[in-house]
């Protein structure tokens, strides 16, 4: 259940401020003793005693306003790097404490804590209390290390040779006191200002990572879980227990495509046209799109085409839309391409790169588009045993990341996949993929005329001739015509199904008719899976969404992009419209189109391939016979 949006106000925050200044400044805490002190001389690393002491704790005085002075002892006043790190350290601590409360507020524990005041709980209310107090500290905890990790800004690599803190979960400020403490440890004897905010920066999400591991102790965290967190001031969001991308927000730049600068592909071009508007439509307090919600929401998509057909400029066209949208909005854009570059040589670090990348991407206060661009080189079949093995780990977190079992569509995002050969893409990853689009460039004559003369330029005085410039990009006309193509298959194999579907069955009218049609697709393409014909349902919902969003509702925010999501809900409801058969039937054979056209490039390429070995083992006997007859083979 989503309890909705949740605002921090700034009189909640500061009514927790001397505790926090407190914390930051001096406390005593208690260590489990497990490390030693001493230092084995010339090799940075500690003694570590054989005999066990565990069960050993001692004191030890936290100051982390110290700690951070000292990076630069030769100085007395703070650094801005140290400062901010002060700062954000205190601020934390107020603001987990805030959502402690409002943790409370949710939950019995306020009334519990307030009849525990007056008299000493007893028997099951006791426990309860315990219990709710305990996972109060817990959110408490997490919400302190979310805040570091997405308002402290790092460019160094962090060190590896940090510990989680000894995590207390007796009440929210025993849980705030025993990460600072572990924050002080990690800082304590940073060279400089940047290796002690990349320091506490790795700090707050391993003990994010260390908090996550033991929420399975705590079950009194109830409504939590959906509770979204927003702290305006400081561009801080906390939504349950996601931690938002903590990358610092820089305008996008790139080179942006206008529609009519992009010349066929008309297919492609109308639904990214589509996607653009169905993603201003998400709203921001809901967390929801009214597309999810009422069908034909675009998550996933692959491009596939040959070389030069135009996917680098659609990529261009649908992120120069978006951008001018949220800027009319007043949202922030963030796009992202994933690319070969990201590939890494160490192990795990792939999997790290790509998982950060769909983190930046979902993040649910943004309006997000990524794209893997050459998919085919940066994720990997599973059953290849030549590519890296980053490039299988890229390929198990997008499998997991699009369709896994924690996958949740909130309708702020979408993510598209392009390749020269998609058939070289793993047939799980790909299938994930709910749409397909052919960027097949320009194909009639009027198509070649319109891209010459777009591309020419106009500095010269050649006429134009008999000839209407741009008509036949006219995206209504256009796409009609494209889809009416769809109504029979393009691809050779797919083509022999449809005849004999026909010949024996006539035209579809029934559901059973095409559910009949898609068994003997099945039949003759085994890769034609349940997941596919979801892919096929949700384009055929899509084309009952083919609503045409006014370009008014997009001109101010008010008119659309401003309005409740329930307003928004209705005025989309207000132009949708049935589906048709035929809507069915164009769309089954538009991705099956794909699938047999990406089986049959498979197929061509390994007959390709054992014909050029055939003519090279030939090649290979003539020359042996040549040496043999010059008496120049030795064996």
């Known amino acids: 259940m989503d309890v909705g949006l949740t605002t921090l106000v700034e009189k909640d925050i500061a009514k927790h401020l001397a505790v926090a200044q407190a914390m930051v400044t001096r406390f005593v805490s208690l260590d489990s003793g497990e490390k030693s002190g001493t230092e084995i001389a010339g090799t940075g690393r500690r003694f570590v005693s054989t005999v066990s002491t565990g069960g050993l704790r001692k004191t030890r005085e936290v100051e982390l306003a110290k700690t951070i002075q000292s990076v630069r002892a030769d100085d007395q006043m703070l650094s801005i790097a140290q400062h901010t790190l002060l700062f954000r350290a205190r601020r934390g601590v107020a603001i987990a404490l805030a959502v402690a409360d409002v943790f409370g507020r949710q939950s019995d524990l306020e009334s519990l804590m307030a009849r525990n005041a007056s008299a000493p ?225 160490y192990q795990g670090k792939s999997g790290q790169n790509c998982k950060q990348f769909v983190t930046n991407v979902l993040n649910p206060r943004v309006i997000g588009f990524g794209t893997i661009d050459d998919i085919d080189q940066v994720a990997a079949k599973r059953s290849d045993d030549r590519a890296s093995s980053g490039q299988h780990e890229i390929t198990g977190v997008l499998m997991e990341a699009f369709s896994g079992a924690s996958t949740v569509v909130r309708g702020n995002c979408s993510f598209g996949m392009f390749s020269n050969y998609p058939e070289n893409v793993d047939d799980a990853l790909r299938q994930r993929a709910g749409a397909r689009w052919l960027v097949d460039g320009p194909q009639t004559r009027d198509d070649y005329i319109d891209i010459f003369a777009l591309l020419a ?19 209504a006309r256009a796409v009609e015509t494209a889809y009416d193509e769809l109504s029979e298959p393009r691809e050779e194999g797919l083509k022999v199904v449809f005849d004999r579907f026909i010949k024996d069955n006539g035209e579809p009218k029934t559901l059973s008719d095409i559910g009949t049609y898609l068994h003997m697709i099945k039949e003759r393409e085994p890769r034609f899976t349940g997941r596919a014909i979801k892919n096929v349902t949700d384009a055929i919902k899509m084309r009952a969404m083919d609503v045409e969003l006014p370009d008014e509702w997009f001109e101010k925010p008010e008119t659309f992009m401003h309005k409740g999501y329930d307003e928004k809900k209705a005025m989309i409801e207000t132009l949708r419209k049935p589906f048709t058969m035929e809507m069915v039937l164009q769309e089954t054979n538009r991705y099956a189109d794909s699938e047999f056209r990406y089986s049959d490039k498979s197929d061509d390429a390994a007959v390709d391939k054992m014909v050029r070995d055939a003519r090279l083992r030939e090649r290979a006997v003539r020359e042996v016979e040549a040496l043999k007859a010059k008496g120049q083979w030795d064996v």
């Open 121 to 345: 709980l007893q028997g099951e209310e006791a426990s309860h209390f315990k219990r709710l107090l305990s996972a109060a500290a817990y959110v408490a905890a997490f919400a302190f290390a979310a805040y570091l990790a997405q308002l402290i800004e790092a460019d160094s690599e962090p060190a590896n040779d940090m510990s989680e803190p000894d995590f207390v979960f007796d009440t929210a400020q025993d849980a705030l006191k025993s990460v600072i403490a572990g924050l002080d440890r990690a800082i304590s004897g940073a060279s400089d200002e940047q290796v002690m905010l990349a320091r506490a920066k790795a700090f707050s999400a391993l003990a994010i990572e260390g908090l996550l591991q033991r929420k399975g102790r705590f079950d009194g965290l109830g409504n939590f879980e959906d509770t979204h967190l927003r702290l305006d001031s400081d561009d801080f969001t906390l939504d349950g227990f996601d931690v938002a991308p903590s990358k610092k927000r820089t305008p996008l730049v790139m080179t942006f495509k206008k529609p009519n600068e992009v010349v066929g592909n008309h297919i492609a071009k109308f639904q990214a046209l589509k996607l653009s508007k169905m993603l201003m439509a998400y709203d921001f307090d809901r967390q929801l799109n009214p597309f999810v919600e009422l069908g034909g929401f675009l998550f996933t998509f692959i491009g596939d085409g040959a070389p030069g057909t135009g996917k680098t400029t659609l990529i261009q066209m649908i992120a120069g839309m978006l951008n001018d949208y949220c800027q009319v909005a007043g949202y922030a854009f963030h796009y992202e391409n994933f690319g070969v570059d990201q590939i890494s040589s």
């Open 457 to 475: 330029g106009k500095n010269h005085k050649i006429p134009l001739g008999d000839h209407k410039l741009y008509e036949a990009q006219q995206i």
